[in-house]
């Protein structure tokens, strides 16, 4: 069987840039489903007077999640470094599966009164330390696999485009589930079985453990009998200005997504009023999108660089997202064709902007600390962009302010990308250096 310069066969590198990519899919579909459900899991579990409170109350319990993220890539960025990027992958994608499915028993506030949010946010809460750990492992483990001319493509379509891809099966199952439980029927059981679907990401844990080998850069550092890392040692040795580079720089890469992908279902149905019929379909279509931009930036990145490819995607946003959110919510809610085209070209720069970060936090950081690296700054930047769609729903009186206050928002924090990726070196190519220096290094005979 042949094998690449990784050390690994063909088939083995294939299976594991699958199973990464899968994994990335099924842990941010579970996140992706509230999202779909936001205004009924506002109305049952958190109801309150306000239209907007309530969608805040929801985005809250969405940024609550996000807050413990970082202490899940603290926990398992310390494992996946040590003990294995597989067995890391394994433990998280199973964590992330059952506490999803776990929230669609949870009674609602007409049942169980104020149990109901509190069991909910549990869960949430739960959710997000599992879902903190899926960086140290999915794409530590899927860069690690190949060699350096496919990395920049892996990292879109791990970072990006497995969040397309998650997107993507939530909108399908959005609009399966809505047929299958029409009108009130979805507010009874509809949601319900939106998180129940989590459990997917379970069984990929299963295939996960049966046939993934692990990372060949982690088993090589493992045997060069190189210094114990400490998380002390991610700010120490002249990485502390690096540290918050990254995280400046993965803030406003989360700040985009979030207030594009992640807060497009409340832009088309509590602001525009687009027909859920049609919500679907059109988030169907822009997840899609995002995998065709992410897999074009990341290639993009391995030809023009990690830096200049964030840069001039970034620049260009400055203008074209603020502009794109106004056409969605200025046009008719019944022309579904050009909001369609607005919401996919939305999703699509946004999403292409950040498609190489993940492998430039990688290429940021030594193997023996790349798990912990990349998943500390990744949610800990990811953790303030969770925070913004519920800062744009609380700055706004009425549902007809968040179209300008988002605007603003995605000015500003775009805006914050572009100059923290002008601050940042170039990394393409880091792996492969860390890797020469460390054979160099060997005794003659290792």
């Not at 949870?106 to 104020?114: D, E, N, R």
């Not at 497995?162 to 959005?174: D, K, M, Q, T, W």
Request: hydrophobic share 50%; glycine share 12%.
């Amino acid at each position: 069987m042949s094998t690449t310069n990784t050390g690994l066969s063909r088939r083995a590198m294939l299976y594991a840039s699958f199973a990464s990519v899968a994994g990335w899919a099924f842990d941010l579909f579970d996140l992706f489903i509230l999202l779909y459900v936001a205004g009924t899991v506002g109305d049952l579990i958190f109801p309150v007077a306000s239209p907007t409170l309530s969608l805040a109350a929801v985005y809250a319990s969405f940024a609550v999640s996000v807050l413990l993220r970082p202490a899940g890539a603290a926990i398992f960025g310390a494992i996946a470094d040590r003990s294995g990027r597989k067995r890391t992958m394994v433990i998280v994608l199973a964590g992330v599966g059952t506490s999803t499915a776990a929230m669609g028993a949870v009674p609602t506030y007409a049942v169980a009164g104020i149990a109901a949010p509190l069991l909910f946010l549990a869960l949430r809460l739960v959710q997000g330390v599992f879902v903190g750990g899926v960086v140290a492992a999915t794409h530590t483990l899927g860069t690690e696999s190949v060699g350096q001319r496919w990395r920049g493509l892996m990292s879109g379509l791990i970072g990006s485009g497995g969040a397309g891809i998650g997107a993507a099966l939530a909108s399908g199952v959005f609009i399966v589930v809505s047929e299958v439980f029409p009108g009130e029927q979805f507010d009874v059981w509809g949601w319900r079985v939106m998180f129940f679907t989590g459990l997917g990401a379970a069984l990929i844990s299963f295939l996960v453990l049966r046939g993934v080998e692990e990372s060949p850069l982690w088993r090589a550092q493992r045997t060069s009998r190189g210094p114990k890392t400490r998380f002390v040692d991610l700010v120490r040795n002249g990485r502390g200005g690096l540290f918050v580079l990254n995280l400046v720089l993965v803030s406003g890469a989360g700040s985009q997504y979030y207030l594009t992908s992640g807060f497009l279902p409340t832009l088309l149905g509590e602001v525009s009023g687009v027909a859920q019929s049609a919500q679907g379909v059109i988030l169907l279509v822009s997840s899609l999108g995002v995998v065709v931009a992410a897999i074009t930036a990341g290639e993009l990145s391995e030809h023009f660089g990690r830096r200049r490819t964030m840069l001039v995607i970034g620049a260009f946003n400055l203008v074209a997202l603020p502009s794109l959110v106004w056409l969605i919510t200025s046009t008719d809610p019944t022309n579904t064709a050009l909001i369609m085209f607005s919401a996919s070209a939305l999703a699509f720069f946004a999403n292409a902007a950040y498609a190489p970060v993940l492998v430039f936090l990688n290429e940021r950081y030594p193997t023996a600390l790349r798990g912990r690296g990349t998943a500390i700054c990744w949610n800990l930047g990811f953790m303030v962009g969770g925070l913004m769609p519920s800062l744009v729903n609380l700055a706004s009186p009425e549902l007809a302010d968040v179209p300008g206050r988002l605007m603003v928002s995605l000015f500003a924090v775009v805006l914050v990308f572009v100059v923290a990726g002008a601050l940042s070196p170039e990394t393409r190519g880091a792996m492969d250096v860390e890797e020469t220096d460390r054979r160099a290094a060997q005794p003659v005979g290792d």
